[in-house]
C-alpha cells in the first residue's frame, strides 16, 4: 500500500489544463523533494518533475510541479494527445528509510 | 548515453529465488556518484520501490521486501543485481533497474531515477 495518495484518474480535451494532486506526510513530502514520472504502459517511467519543479532537459515546459506543505501537484497545460498516460509522485520517507511512489493517476486525453 | 538493462529468467517457481542483474552503459558504477535501484510493477497495479545500492555496497530496502531482497554490484562488470527469495505469485511483476540521484541537502532527501531500463517481466509460475 503506497503512503502517497493520487486521484485515479483526470481527463481533459486537447488544449485543457489537467492538475494532479499527491497527499503525503511530514516523513515524506513534507520532508523531502518531489518527484513526478510519466508512464506508457509496456514502456520505461520517464522523470518529469524532480525536486519539486525542475524539468529534465527534453521535458516540454507544458508540465510544472509544485509542493506545498505536505502535498504536491503536477500540472499539465495545453493538453496534448500523446499527454495520455499514468503518472506517479514519489518522495523519499524518513520514517519508512525507503523510497515510495503515489498511487498513481490515468490521465486520459478525452 | 545512459542505458540500463534488465536481464534474467522470465520465468521463476514458487519458493525459488528470483535474480536479475541490471547491466549499464555509458557510466560507471564505480565512480560513487549515483545510487542504483530496483522498482517493480505487479499487473495492474502501481510502482514499487525495491531498494538500491551504492558503489561501496551499503544498500537500502523496502521495509516490506527487506527479509527476501539482497541487491549486489559488481563493478568490474558494471552490473548491479537483485535476489528475491521464497517468492509468491505475489512476485509476478515488471521489474525495472534505474539509475538514482540520492543526496541530503537542506531541503531533505533528494532523490530521482533517470534513465531506467525497459523492464523484464518475471512470472512466479509452477
Known amino acids: 500500500q503506497s503512503v502517497l495518495t493520487q486521484p485515479p484518474s483526470a481527463s481533459g480535451t486537447p488544449g485543457q489544463r489537467v492538475t494532479i494532486s499527491c497527499s503525503g506526510s511530514?516523513?515524506?513530502?513534507?520532508?523531502?523533494?518531489v518527484n513526478w514520472y510519466q508512464h506508457l504502459p509496456g514502456t520505461a517511467p520517464k522523470l518529469l518533475i524532480y525536486s519539486n519543479n525542475q524539468r529534465p532537459s527534453g521535458v516540454p515546459d507544458r508540465f510544472s510541479g509544485s509542493k506545498s506543505g505536505t502535498s504536491a501537484s503536477l500540472a499539465i497545460s495545453g493538453l496534448q494527445s500523446e499527454d495520455e498516460a499514468d503518472y506517479y509522485c514519489a518522495a523519499w520517507d524518513d520514517s519508512l528509510n525507503g523510497y515510495v511512489f503515489g498511487t498513481g493517476t490515468k490521465v486520459t486525453v478525452l | 548515453q545512459v542505458q540500463l538493462q534488465e536481464s534474467g529468467p522470465g520465468l521463476v517457481k514458487p519458493s525459488q529465488t528470483l535474480s536479475l542483474t541490471c547491466t549499464v552503459s555509458?557510466?560507471?558504477?564505480?565512480?560513487?556518484?549515483?545510487?542504483w535501484s530496483w522498482v517493480r510493477q505487479p499487473a495492474g497495479k502501481g510502482l514499487e520501490w525495491i531498494g538500491h545500492i551504492y558503489a561501496s555496497g551499503s544498500t537500502n530496502y523496502s521495509p516490506s521486501l527487506n527479509s527476501r531482497v539482497t541487491i549486489s554490484v559488481e563493478t568490474s562488470k558494471n552490473q548491479f543485481s537483485l535476489k528475491l527469495s521464497s517468492v509468491t505469485a505475489a512476485d509476478t511483476a515488471v521489474y525495472y533497474c534505474?539509475?538514482?540521484?540520492?543526496?541530503?541537502?537542506?531541503?531533505?532527501?533528494?532523490?530521482?531515477?533517470?534513465?531506467w531500463g525497459q523492464g523484464t517481466l518475471v512470472t512466479v509460475s509452477s
Open positions: 555509458g557510466d560507471s558504477i564505480s565512480s560513487g556518484t549515483y545510487y
Open positions: 534505474a539509475r538514482d540521484t540520492h543526496y541530503y541537502d537542506s531541503g531533505g532527501w533528494v532523490n530521482w531515477f533517470d534513465p
Open positions: 511530514s516523513s515524506n513530502i513534507g520532508s523531502n523533494t
